[in-house]
Structures are given as structure tokens and as C-alpha cells.
């Protein structure tokens, strides 16, 4: 486990570097100018001295390549620069904020896969009954719906028509303080979105792999010992169907990221995906490029948790070939 930890780490150092320079290359060819968007409708009045002035102080003003190594220099040595929209440092930026981000993934994330997984060997157990057309279908319907829409259901049904969740935010409107009670009734909409825009793939997964163990030799000896049917599903169906899933974990990551972005934005919820909108919006690039290493270090971990899980579930897998 420690080598292949170390192997993916190792092969992390080149990712990181081709991700941010690909993101300045990005930004050089983007036919928004930075210094315009920093300065407003001043841009406007500004004469073309002092737009130049400004471009150099924002560090624009030379190749795309020279700018990622600038920031890439400055980044190994802590200073990820300072962003452009919020006018603060972005290590305090990614600081105050990615607390906020990390729980409501986290939470959203146990969900999908406890619920999932229920879901899931529930309809394998009765295979072509109502049960199981019900949940593969509500399955398939809630993959093609978008985290924005479900979101902005969910506002509509819970905190208008019903009135019994506040519709964003992390403070009740009267106050400022964040405490254990406000903090569960604001989280729960927006993690409950984002572990409904999971749920589906678990579900389809871990269905799927329970039907196929309930096919092999281990599961009908445990029937033919007259063990219980709830026994052979969650202790021998249910773990050899949950293989499958583990590898699902570091794919889902992207998406997961992706769900949170879009999920964050429509509840008001104060994380790092909506600072990404804003400074993607605002052309806002030493931001952008510590949230991208940020995204891109989260898939990457993501992939080796996933490995590992299933190197540890499944002692026939080598991991030095991995």
C-alpha cells in the first residue's frame, strides 16, 4: 500500500504541472482581459498608460508561460498569490472555505453510498418485482436530472411551499453565528441534492454486482447451509457485490466535485465551488489555478482511495501491479 501510494504521488508532480500550465494557456487564449474585469467599469475612464501599469502590477503583462512559472515558483514557496474579486490573499480564500466544502461532500458522499447500497440490494433480492421497477427506474430518471434542477425543487417544495428548511445560506436571517442546530437545518437540502444526484450510480452498481453474487458458488452453499436470507445478502452477497463499487468511488469524484459546484451555487452555501463560479466568472487566475490543483488533487486521491479500498476488499489483487 505504501509503495503504490508513493508511485501515485509521484506521478501526481507531473499532473499537477501539465493541469496549471494547460489553465494559464487557457487563460492566454481566453478572449477575456483580466485587468479589465479587476478594474470594472474603470476600464472604461482609464487611459492606456495606466491599463498597462495595471497589467503589470497584476502580472498579465508577459508570456502565459513565464506567468505559470511565476506563480508555480511563488506556489511552491506558499504564496498562492491574491485574488482579484474577494481582494484577499487566496490561501485565505481556499482556507475560510474549504471547510465548508470538504463537510457537505462528505456528508452528501456517506449518504449516496449507505443509501445505495440498501437501495441496491433491495431490488436484487426480489429481481423483476415492483420493488426492483421502481427503483430502477427512479434510478435512471434521477441520472438525467441536473443537481441545479433538483436543487431548485427542492427550494421550492421544502423552504416555499412547505416551509420547513431555509432555502441557502448557513445563518438564520437573523443572526451571524453559526451553531450545531442552524448548521444541520441548512445542510440537509443541499446535502440531500447531492447525495441524490450520487445515489443513482451506487445503486445500478451495487444491484448489479449483488445479482451477479447471488449467481456464484459461495452464496448458494450459504443458501444450501440454511442461513438465514438476510444473512446471505448483507454477509456474503452484499460484500462481494460491493467489489464493483469501490472502484466506482474514484470515478464519482469529478463528478461529485462538479454536483457540489452546482449544488453550492444554488443553496448560497459558503464553500470553494462558489468561489470557483466567481473566478471563473472574473477571469480571476491565481484563484482559479490553486482551486483547479485543488479539483485535480481530489480526483487523484479519490482514484488511489479507491485502489487501496479494493486492493484491502480483495486480497487476490496485487498492488505492486497497480
Known amino acids: 500500500m505504501a509503495g503504490l ?12 504541472a501539465a493541469v496549471t500550465l494547460g489553465l494559464f494557456a487557457l487563460a492566454a487564449a481566453s478572449p477575456f482581459d483580466p485587468v479589465k ?29 513565464e506567468q505559470w512559472w511565476r506563480w508555480l515558483t511563488s506556489a511552491l514557496g506558499g504564496d498562492l498569490g491574491d485574488s482579484s474579486t474577494l481582494r484577499q490573499p487566496v490561501a485565505q480564500v481556499v482556507t475560510e472555505r474549504i471547510g ?44 438525467a436530472a441536473p443537481p441545479f434542477w433538483l436543487g431548485l425543487l427542492a427550494v421550492w417544495l421544502f423552504a416555499l411551499q412547505l416551509g420547513v428548511l431555509p432555502a441557502g445560506g448557513l445563518t438564520d436571517t437573523d443572526s451571524d453565528t453559526v451553531t450545531a ?28 454486482g449483488v445479482l451477479d453474487a447471488l ?6 452453499g450459504a443458501r444450501a447451509r440454511g442461513l438465514k436470507e438476510h444473512t446471505v445478502l448483507y454477509g456474503h452477497a452484499l460484500r462481494s457485490g460491493l467489489l464493483p463499487v469501490l472502484t466506482l468511488i474514484g470515478s464519482r469524484v469529478p463528478e461529485l466535485i462538479t454536483g457540489a459546484l452546482l449544488v453550492e451555487t444554488v443553496f448560497s452555501w459558503p464553500g470553494i465551488a462558489s468561489a470557483t463560479v466567481r473566478a471563473a466568472t472574473a477571469s480571476d487566475f491565481p484563484l482559479l489555478a490553486a482551486l483547479t490543483v485543488l479539483a485535480t488533487l481530489a480526483v487523484l486521491l479519490g482514484n488511489l482511495m479507491a ?12 498492488m505492486e501491479e497497480m
Open 5 to 16: 501510494a508513493g508511485r501515485r504521488l509521484l506521478a501526481a508532480v507531473p499532473v499537477l
Open 37 to 65: 474585469q479587476y478594474a470594472g467599469d474603470a476600464a472604461l475612464r482609464s487611459d492606456a498608460a495606466t491599463l498597462a501599469q495595471l497589467r503589470e502590477n497584476l502580472g498579465v503583462d508577459v508570456h502565459f508561460t
Open 100 to 143: 465548508w466544502s470538504v463537510l457537505l461532500c462528505a456528508v452528501a458522499f456517506v449518504l449516496a453510498v449507505v443509501i445505495g447500497a440498501l437501495l441496491g440490494v433491495a431490488a436484487a433480492r426480489r429481481r423483476g418485482g415492483l420493488l426492483d421497477r421502481c427503483v430502477t427506474a427512479t434510478a435512471y430518471v434521477l441520472q
Open 181 to 208: 442546530g442552524s448548521l444541520l437545518r441548512h445542510l440537509a437540502l443541499p446535502a440531500a441534492v447531492l447525495a441524490l444526484s450520487q445515489t443513482p450510480w451506487f445503486v445500478l452498481y451495487v444491484r448489479q
Open 215 to 220: 449467481g456464484e458458488d459461495p452464496v448458494r
Open 307 to 318: 485502489d487501496l479500498l479494493y486492493g484491502l476488499a480483495d486480497p487476490r489483487v496485487a
